[in-house]
Structure formats: structure tokens, C-alpha cells
């Protein structure tokens, strides 16, 4: 390295050795030092520790300028440069780059001196990069401890050795009632301790203050007088080996203090239903090696803890389960951690059961691999008992049907002319419903429900029933009564659906012109509405006592003549579709 010439042959005596003093002390240095140009910003001369630091060889180095290295703009470090020149010297904050781009952080000591009648500033330079990185994480962590200790569920005082409180959360107000300023520097034994638990709470706290950390549970009181119950610890704040204050963190249990009450009242009644609700609670990685199992679960698997620890859940599962789970446990992401499956399973004692699981992706490490958490249940008996209902419910509905088809032909057997007729509205009635868009369930409704309803014909005479000529005006008003007569009938039966009010309005038209009660729009179901259009097709294409058959086209016209009148717009145009583009057909 090329050195600095301090001293000239012309230098005598103690200047000399001066010089050769500044020398030294520049080039052997083991901070970073360099001297600098304060006009020009050139570097004049660096030290090896600089040279190092900086990564430049050393003529590549004093071919630079100090703005080169420095990474704020030319002009703001030439006013720190005139402001070290100005003042002699200076200290300052920058961001240096070396040569490999990386940028550091330094403090930078700066003195102005003569040499050879120029001046320059000698900057001693420092890296401080890790005492930055130190004070910003000392920051964070500050600034996350005190949001951690304002914003906290939990009540959390802050108090002095002698047991004044210096500090309380937003919490304790929520709690205790008092607001952080009403509880600032005074005791808090003498603000929620009960006259009752004084003692044991002033106990408790010449405990902390000797340096002991303690847990504690008992009745408090708030501000208004009411009485809680709380469950917390206090321990003390040491610094630098002294004991400095004490925090204390209360849990309000009163809620689950009453429940608990509760529990114990009836505890005899509910014991044994208490004690036999299953929920087993286990952790494993992605190859479903355990790393917790709780008591439930234990029971289940029939092996301790200590037994379970390393072993997969994946034993526990026959193929088809070991699948299953495994898509879900694929699917699990931090934008949807949870997924409750219900999988069959293998007991330790080899009995085959149900379980719902809930399996929640607890974290992924930064280097691969996953952590689940997992509750599960079992439902072995409720799926016998839905596997029961789903029976019953089939067995019910069969016989229902077969009732429905009973009744149909006691109609038929009583009006011998309108035989079918109820088979075949039932058909077109749910074909609509289905070209309509309605659910399974709402087409099979509208189905039975056409298939007896014209049941109430059962208390009209046949006679009149099966009378060729045209009907007085007493015998249509006792045709009519077949409506109402039906409604009476169906009504002694109990369905979640209303069949009697069905078969009660088919008759009804949109206009209010229809009997037996002149409803009008909305009041008219939607299942009486298909089957008053069905009506309406079989009855003109098929054949009466009173007229032949009209045909089809007659019933298809007359039903688009009364479209929006007297029958829903949207029932009538989805039978229409029905015959004329998808060639739907009457039962002849």
C-alpha cells in the first residue's frame, strides 16, 4: 500500500516524530480509517482495516470518492463534509457500499487537519450494522411487548414492589371495572380483594414481592360490588439479578365457575353422560406420526402415551380411509387450514368404528414439512341410527306411495268413467314441476298429491258422477264440493307437506274465479297451480259421460286461452314446452 507522506527530509525533531506518531497510529489502526478531500469528496489515502472493509485493492480504492461509497445523494454529503469542516469535526450516520454491492451501516467520526497547508478530514469509520440490527430488534420486540400487554385478553397489572400498581391493561377494565388511571398507584389487594380473602390476598402478595412466582384462584370483586371469580399467576420482574416490580395476569372464570356450579348440582343426574363423551385430541406430522394423544384418544387406540409417540395414525385406517385423509390432509392450506372428515376406523381392540375428525393445519416449517392438530369423535352409534332412519324413511315413503295408490283406486272404483284420470295428471303434473326446475322432493309431492286429487269424488253419488247429460245447478255445486271433501279427507294425514291444501285448491284459479274458495295468486300453492293445468289437458283429451274425448290440441288451447287469468303463466308455458318441443305424450 502506498504510503502517506506524512514528513519530508526538511522535518526535524519532535514534528517528526509527531508525524511518524500520526503514521502509525493511521496505517497500524484496526478501525476503518480514511482521509478525505473536504473539497472534492477524493479519498486520499486508507488504511489496510479500510481496504479490507470496502473489498477494493488499494489503488482502485484511492481512485475513488467518498460519494462512491457513501449511498446517500452528492449534495447531502457534501453538507456533512462542510459541517465537519466547519465545526473541526463532526459525527455521523450513513450507509456505505462496499464493492460487492452489499450495503452496511456506519457511524463516522470525523476531524478536520492540515497537512502540507491542505486540509482533510480524517474520518475514523465503524461498522455498526449488528448494533443497528440489535437496536431495531430491541425496538420491535419493545413495541410488540407493550401492544402485547395493552391489547391482551387477560388482565395484566404492572406493580411496584410495595405493591402499588404502576401500569393495568384495557383488559382489567373489562374485568375489574376500574379504568387504567382510576387503578395507577393504588394497591390492588385494597381495590378487588374481599373482606373475606384480604388476608390470603395480601399473602399473596409479600409472596411475590420476596421473589416467589405464584398461582392463584379465588373470589374478586369490580368496581360496582359484583362478585367474580378469577384464575391467574404473579411473578416478579427481575433485572439484572434485582427484583424490580411484578406483574399479575388474571383470567375471568366467573362464567365457568357458575357453569361448574352447575355441573355439580346435577352432577349425579349427568355424571355418567359427562364421562362418556368421546374426544380424542392428537398431533401428527404428514407421515401421521404422533407427537401428543390425549387420555380419549388412548382409550380409543388401546396403548399409553408413551406407546403412541412415533407411531402413525395411518394404522388406525384401511386403505380407502388412509386415502381419504390424505387428499384432505394435501388440501390443507394457510388460506384453508381445517377440514372435517368423517372416516371409518380400526379400534386397538380391532373393533371397526366411525369417527368425525377435524384436522387443522397447525404450521409449516420453513424447510419442508407439515404439523396437523387434530379432534375427533365418535359416531359409530349415530351412524347406526342414520343408517336406521335413512331405512325407515324408505319404509315410510314406500307405504305412503302404496296408501296414495289405495286411495287412487277407490276413486277410479267409484267413478268408473274417470278411470286413470288421476294416474295421468299425476304424470304431466310432474313432468312440469321437473321441467320447472323444483327439487326431487317438491316433484314427488306435486306427483301424490295428483294422484288423489280427486278423491273427495268419493262422496258425490254416482249417479251424478256418471250422468250423461248436462248437470243441474244443484248437481255441479255437489261436483264442486269434491274439492273441499278431498281437503277433509287428506287432512287426518300428517305429512311435512301440506297434501290436503293441495288437493283442497286445484281447483282454484290465478283470477279468483275458481272455487271452493276463490283464491287468487300467491294464495293458490304452487303444486295446486301444475295440477289445476294437468286437470285441465287430461280432462279435454279424455272422454266423459257428458262428450266425447276433445284431443289433446283442445286442452292445449284452452289451457294458453286462460294463461295469466285464470292459471300461472310459468306453469302453463312449461307445459307447452312440454308437448310441442320435447314431444311429451298423454297416456292414451
Same mark, same amino acid.
Given at each position: ?8 527530509? *526538511? ?27 473536504? *473539497? ?41 463534509? *462542510? ?49 443497528? !440490527? ?108 434485582? !427484583? ?97 372428515? *368423517? ?64 286411495? =287412487?283406486?277407490?276413486?277410479? =272404483? ?14 304431466? =303434473? ?149 308437448? !310441442? ?8
Amino acid at each position: 500500500m502506498t504510503r502517506f507522506p506524512f514528513s519530508t527530509v *526538511e522535518e526535524k525533531g519532535r514534528e517528526k516524530e509527531l508525524m511518524l506518531l500520526f503514521s502509525n497510529l493511521f496505517y497500524e489502526n484496526g478501525s476503518l480509517m480514511l482521509l478525505i478531500d473536504p *473539497e472534492t469528496g477524493a479519498i486520499i489515502e486508507a488504511n489496510e482495516a479500510a481496504v479490507n472493509f470496502y473489498g477494493y485493492p488499494p489503488e482502485e480504492l484511492l481512485k475513488k470518492r467518498i460519494f462512491d461509497l457513501n449511498t446517500l445523494p452528492k449534495e447531502e454529503v457534501l453538507k456533512r463534509m *462542510e459541517e465537519a469542516a466547519a465545526k473541526h469535526r463532526g459525527n455521523f450516520r450513513f450507509c456505505h457500499r462496499k464493492k460487492s454491492g452489499a450495503v452496511c451501516e456506519v457511524e463516522v467520526f470525523s476531524t478536520l487537519l492540515n497537512w502540507n497547508e491542505q486540509r482533510v478530514l480524517c474520518s475514523i469509520i465503524h461498522d455498526i450494522s449488528d448494533i443497528r !440490527r440489535t437496536e431495531t430488534n430491541l425496538e420491535v420486540k419493545s413495541a410488540f411487548l407493550a401492544q402485547l400487554f395493552s391489547h391482551a385478553p387477560l388482565a395484566i397489572h404492572h406493580s411496584s414492589l410495595d405493591g402499588r400498581i404502576i401500569s393495568a391493561n384495557r383488559a382489567s377494565k373489562d374485568i375489574f371495572g376500574y379504568s387504567p388511571e382510576e387503578m395507577r398507584g393504588r394497591f390492588i389487594d385494597d381495590l378487588i380483594a374481599l373482606p373475606e380473602t384480604l388476608e390470603d390476598a395480601l399473602s399473596n402478595t409479600n409472596r411475590v414481592v420476596a421473589g416467589e412466582t405464584i398461582f392463584f384462584e379465588g373470589a374478586r370483586r369490580r368496581k360496582n360490588g359484583d362478585h367474580i371469580h378469577v384464575k391467574g399467576t404473579a411473578f416478579p420482574i427481575i433485572l439484572k439479578g434485582k !427484583r424490580v416490580g411484578c406483574y399479575s395476569i388474571y383470567m375471568d372464570q366467573t362464567q365457568m365457575k357458575q357453569a361448574e356450579n352447575r355441573l355439580r348440582v346435577s352432577e349425579e343426574r349427568y355424571r355418567c353422560l359427562v364421562e362418556d363423551i368421546p374426544a380424542m385430541v392428537c398431533s401428527f406430522d404428514e407421515e401421521g406420526r404422533f407427537s401428543f394423544v390425549n387420555r380419549e384418544f388412548c382409550a380409543f387406540a388401546s396403548h399409553s402415551p408413551e406407546e403412541l409417540m412415533g407411531i402413525s395414525c395411518f394404522e388406525f385406517l384401511s386403505e380407502i380411509s388412509l386415502e381419504s385423509l390424505r387428499a384432505h390432509l394435501k388440501a390443507l392450506s394457510p388460506s384453508r387450514p381445517a377440514a372435517t372428515a *368423517e372416516i371409518p376406523v380400526v379400534g386397538g381392540d380391532g373393533s371397526n368404528r366411525w369417527h368425525r375428525w377435524t384436522i387443522r393445519l397447525f404450521t409449516e416449517h420453513p424447510g419442508g414439512g407439515k404439523e396437523f392438530h387434530a379432534v375427533g369423535q365418535d359416531i359409530t352409534e349415530s351412524k347406526l341410527v342414520q343408517t336406521t332412519l335413512a331405512e325407515n324413511l324408505t319404509r315410510m315413503e314406500r307405504i305412503f306411495s302404496e296408501t296414495i295408490d289405495v286411495l =287412487a283406486s277407490a276413486t277410479e =272404483a267409484k267413478d268408473p268413467y274417470t278411470s286413470g284420470h288421476q294416474r295421468q295428471v299425476a304424470r304431466l =303434473a310432474k313432468a312440469i314441476a321437473a321441467e320447472m326446475g323444483y327439487s326431487p322432493s317438491f316433484v314427488k309431492g306435486v306427483e301424490q298429491a295428483s294422484l288423489v286429487h280427486d278423491i273427495g269424488k268419493i262422496e258425490v253419488p254416482g249417479e251424478i258422477l256418471s250422468k250423461p247429460g248436462k248437470l243441474s245447478p244443484l248437481e255441479f255445486e255437489l261436483i264442486k264440493g269434491h274439492s273441499r271433501a278431498g281437503a277433509v279427507i287428506l287432512s287426518k294425514i300428517h305429512l311435512p307437506w301440506p297434501l290436503h291444501d293441495i288437493v283442497g285448491q286445484h281447483h282454484e284459479r290465478m283470477d279468483g274465479t275458481g272455487y271452493p274458495d276463490g283464491l287468487t295468486g300467491d294464495q293458490i300453492l304452487p303444486e295446486a297451480r301444475i295440477i289445476a293445468v294437468a286437470d285441465i289437458v287430461d280432462a279435454m283429451a279424455s272422454y266423459r259421460p257428458y262428450r266425447p274425448a276433445l284431443g289433446l290440441e283442445a286442452g292445449l288451447t284452452e289451457i294458453e286461452r286462460l294463461r295469466g287469468t285464470g292459471l300461472d303463466e310459468d306453469v302453463v308455458d312449461a307445459c307447452l314446452r312440454l308437448f !310441442r318441443e320435447e314431444r311429451f305424450s298423454l297416456i292414451s
